[in-house]
C-alpha cells in the first residue's frame, strides 16, 4: 500500500451522531487483538488469526497510520475504518495505473447490526471527500458478503467489475467525488 497523500494526519476527531472517528491509541490494542481474532470478523477475510500470535504482533499503539480511523462508541473502540491505496498489481481498478483510494472496514461482531458501519463509513467518505476533492473510491468484497454488499450500495459504491481473487468471487465497485451525481455519471467515473 502507499501513502493516502497529501493531507494533515490525523484529522481532528470525526463526530457523527453516535461515533467518533479518530485516531488510535494504547487503549485500543485489547479491541485491535479481539478484531483480528474474531472468527465471524475473519469470515471474509482470511480467517481470523491466532491470539497468541497477534498478542506478540499487535504493537502497544496499533493502527497508528494515515489512513485509519478507529472508530470509538461511548469512548471504546468498536471498529475501524481504513482508506488506503488499492495496489496497482491487484485486480479491480479505475485508473489506468491504478493506485486509486479503498474503503475498508471491520466492526467487533456485537456492533453488527445497528448501522455503525454505514454511519462511519459515511463520515470517513465525507472526510476524504473533503480531503481529495474530485478523487473517486473504490470497495472490493466477497460477493457472498451480503452485508457488505448492502452497505456498498446503501453508500452509493456502483459495480464495475466481478473477478476471481482470494479463491472467491469479488465484487468491485466505486464511488464518484460527488455520490448525488446521476448514476450514468458515476459510471462514467469507473471508465
Same mark, same amino acid.
Given at each position: 500500500?502507499?501513502?493516502?497523500?497529501?493531507? #494533515?494526519?490525523?484529522? +481532528?476527531?470525526?463526530?457523527?451522531?453516535?461515533?467518533?472517528?479518530?485516531?488510535?491509541? +494504547?487503549?485500543?490494542?485489547?479491541?485491535? *487483538?479481539?478484531?483480528? =481474532?474474531? &472468527?465471524?470478523?475473519?469470515?471474509? *477475510?482470511? @480467517? +481470523?488469526?491466532?491470539? /497468541?500470535?497477534?498478542?506478540?504482533?499487535?504493537? %502497544?499503539?496499533?493502527?497508528?497510520?494515515?489512513?485509519?480511523?478507529?472508530?470509538?462508541?461511548?469512548?471504546?473502540?468498536? @471498529?475501524? *475504518?481504513?482508506?488506503?491505496?488499492?495496489? $496497482?498489481?491487484?485486480?479491480?481498478?479505475?485508473?489506468? /495505473?491504478?493506485? %486509486?483510494?479503498?474503503?475498508?472496514?471491520?466492526?467487533? &461482531?456485537?456492533?453488527?447490526?445497528?448501522?455503525?458501519?454505514?454511519?462511519?463509513?459515511?463520515?470517513?467518505?465525507?472526510?476524504?471527500?473533503?480531503?481529495?476533492?474530485?478523487?473517486?473510491?473504490?470497495?472490493?468484497?466477497?460477493?457472498?458478503?451480503?452485508?457488505?454488499?448492502?452497505? =456498498?450500495?446503501?453508500? /452509493?459504491? #456502483? %459495480?464495475?467489475?466481478?473477478?476471481?481473487?482470494?479463491? $472467491?468471487?469479488?465484487?468491485?465497485?466505486?464511488?464518484?467525488? /460527488?455520490? #448525488?451525481?446521476?448514476?450514468? +455519471?458515476? #459510471?462514467?467515473?469507473?471508465?
Amino acid at each position: 500500500m502507499t501513502e493516502l497523500g497529501p493531507s #494533515t494526519w490525523p484529522p +481532528a476527531p470525526i463526530r457523527t451522531g453516535r461515533l467518533v472517528l479518530r485516531e488510535s491509541e +494504547a487503549r485500543d490494542r485489547t479491541a485491535f *487483538i479481539e478484531l483480528f =481474532a474474531s &472468527p465471524e470478523v475473519g469470515t471474509y *477475510i482470511g @480467517g +481470523a488469526r491466532s491470539r /497468541d500470535e497477534l498478542e506478540r504482533a499487535v504493537p %502497544e499503539v496499533p493502527g497508528r497510520r494515515p489512513g485509519l480511523f478507529v472508530v470509538d462508541l461511548g469512548g471504546a473502540m468498536t @471498529g475501524m *475504518i481504513t482508506l488506503d491505496r488499492r495496489d $496497482a498489481e491487484r485486480p479491480g481498478h479505475v485508473r489506468p /495505473d491504478g493506485g %486509486e483510494a479503498e474503503l475498508g472496514y471491520m466492526f467487533l &461482531p456485537q456492533a453488527w447490526g445497528y448501522g455503525y458501519a454505514a454511519e462511519a463509513c459515511a463520515a470517513a467518505l465525507d472526510w476524504f471527500g473533503g480531503a481529495f476533492p474530485g478523487e473517486p473510491v473504490v470497495l472490493c468484497t466477497q460477493t457472498a458478503n451480503d452485508r457488505a454488499m448492502r452497505l =456498498a450500495a446503501k453508500l /452509493d459504491f #456502483t %459495480e464495475v467489475e466481478r473477478f476471481e481473487e482470494y479463491g $472467491a468471487e469479488q465484487w468491485f465497485g466505486v464511488r464518484s467525488a /460527488d455520490p #448525488t451525481a446521476p448514476d450514468d +455519471a458515476r #459510471t462514467s467515473a469507473a471508465g
